[in-house]
């Protein structure tokens, strides 16, 4: 029988997010790992233990519970990001890459056995009642979520549309209870305006199958609007931005990118290795980029700023970068679900693997967070995930992952217009508002370094 795999670049497995995309063969030139014997043994072991607590537990356990247990279990002693989906798992899966699905638009990790969350998509009945990123849910409809996988905690919060859910928020020492109503999801993942005359901005939310399409249309629409030669640029918005299709995040690099390697995604033999390169055209017409970027930043995302800033062809604001640099399959099982495993690592162009490192902007510019999310904005990135897959270089991913909803206060934005209009910024990016002893004086009158230099970039592996 003929089998397909996915290559998955999500940060997570939401509550209703998820993202597959690119088919490849599952078998390594149709050869499987031969067991040792002593692997036998184990396997002989499991079976006993398990007519043990078939037969012998004080009550009749459900057995097909207790297998799909032990394969999370294994899964999960592997990485973060490894797991089993159960047919209704799958099937919910392979709607969402179309960019809608019923849920409450949440992306959701586990840590440390507790359900966190990464972000929570744009104009979601998630986003609405005010989950925010490093929110921690304790309890749904009541119910201890400590002891429960992740895919359990998800399942729990999905459910049909108009129906209701009540989730246990915990935001650093506070505790409150929120009720969202579930809803159709449906995920514009490119949203654009105008920043004055001059500048078009683009937000890209998630990698879904629209994404390209939807930049294509924003760049012409944001060109017409303004005028081809009125444009002085275009900032690319990828903040809390967790991932989504891999051939989405190399088509959007593609549109700015002329020639050269996009990203490359490398297994455990050298044969597995792929290699992504642009084609002639740049839908930008040669402007000016600038990527904003930040501890939300995840996957997807980081391939495109990671293949932008190699080429110099975009300059990359904000905070450090998620640092998820793995590449996860999705292997159907027949009627049985489908298995998500990691089966690469991905390298920007430069050679860098991004795995628990993430990605540094060339100007690093804090932005100031509100007293009572101080503290509890930061994310702590690939490398904070317990399991991770270890990297060579020094470890150190994520970052705050605020964004101001006002983007008159949105430091980040300003700072990205003042580089992309070629004007003196009107803070000094090298202060943080937090350290400040008075952020409002220091941020308005400390005049910005026309030769900041760019952050250090995690090495190259």
Do not use: C
Not at 191 to 218: C, H, M, P, W
Not at 428 to 434: E, F, Q, S, Y
Request: hydrophobic share 35%; aromatic share 4%.
């Amino acid at each position: 029988m003929r089998k397909l795999t996915f290559l998955f670049l999500g940060a997570a497995l939401g509550a209703g997010v998820a993202t597959f995309g690119v088919q490849t063969s599952l078998f390594d030139n149709g050869q499987a790992h031969a067991a040792s014997a002593d692997t036998y043994r184990k396997l002989s072991l499991f079976g006993d233990v398990f007519e043990k607590i078939r037969t012998d537990y004080v009550e009749p356990p459900d057995e097909t519970k207790l297998i799909d247990a032990a394969i999370n279990g294994m899964l999960a002693s592997l990485d973060p990001h490894s797991s089993f989906m159960d047919p209704k798992a799958h099937r919910e899966m392979q709607q969402q890459t179309r960019g809608e699905f019923g849920g409450l638009g949440i992306e959701v990790t586990m840590e440390d056995g507790l359900i966190k969350v990464v972000s929570p998509i744009d104009d979601t009945p998630a986003s609405k009642a005010g989950i925010l990123s490093n929110d921690i849910i304790t309890k749904i409809d009541g119910e201890q979520v400590q002891g429960q996988s992740l895919n359990q905690a998800v399942d729990k919060m999905r459910g049909p549309v108009n129906t209701s859910v009540k989730l246990t928020i915990q935001r650093g020492k506070d505790v409150k209870e929120v009720t969202i109503t579930r809803d159709i999801i449906k995920v514009q993942s490119v949203r654009s305006r105008e920043e004055g005359n001059d500048v078009g901005y683009i937000r890209i939310t998630s990698f879904s199958e629209q994404t390209t399409d939807g930049l294509k249309k924003a760049v012409d629409s944001l060109t017409q609007k303004i005028g081809a030669d009125k444009v002085k640029g275009f900032i690319i918005d990828l903040r809390n931005n967790p991932g989504g299709l891999l051939d989405q995040a190399v088509s959007v690099s593609d549109a700015f990118l002329d020639r050269g390697e996009i990203v490359s995604t490398r297994g455990r033999n050298p044969e597995e290795t792929q290699r992504f390169n642009a084609r002639p055209g740049d839908w930008a017409k040669g402007k000016p980029l600038v990527v904003l970027i930040n501890g939300g930043s995840a996957s997807a995302s980081e391939i495109v700023a990671g293949a932008l800033q190699d080429h110099k062809r975009a300059t990359l604001i904000g905070t450090r970068s998620f640092g998820k640099g793995s590449v996860q399959t999705i292997i159907p099982l027949r009627d049985n679900g489908a298995l998500r495993l990691t089966t690469a690592r991905y390298y920007t162009p430069s050679g860098r693997s991004i795995q628990a490192q993430g990605i540094a902007p060339d100007t690093q510019v804090f932005e100031d967070v509100p007293p009572d999310l101080k503290g509890k904005d930061e994310t702590k990135g690939e490398a904070g995930l317990k399991g991770h897959l270890k990297n060579t270089g020094d470890e150190k991913s994520g970052s705050s992952a605020y964004v101001p909803p006002d983007p008159a206060k949105d430091r980040q934005l300003i700072y990205a217009l003042s580089v992309l209009r070629g004007e003196k910024p009107p803070f000094d990016p090298t202060i943080n508002p937090a350290d400040a002893a008075s952020p409002d004086k220091k941020a308005n009158d400390g005049a910005a370094k026309t030769d900041t230099k760019p952050a250090d970039k995690p090495k190259a592996d």
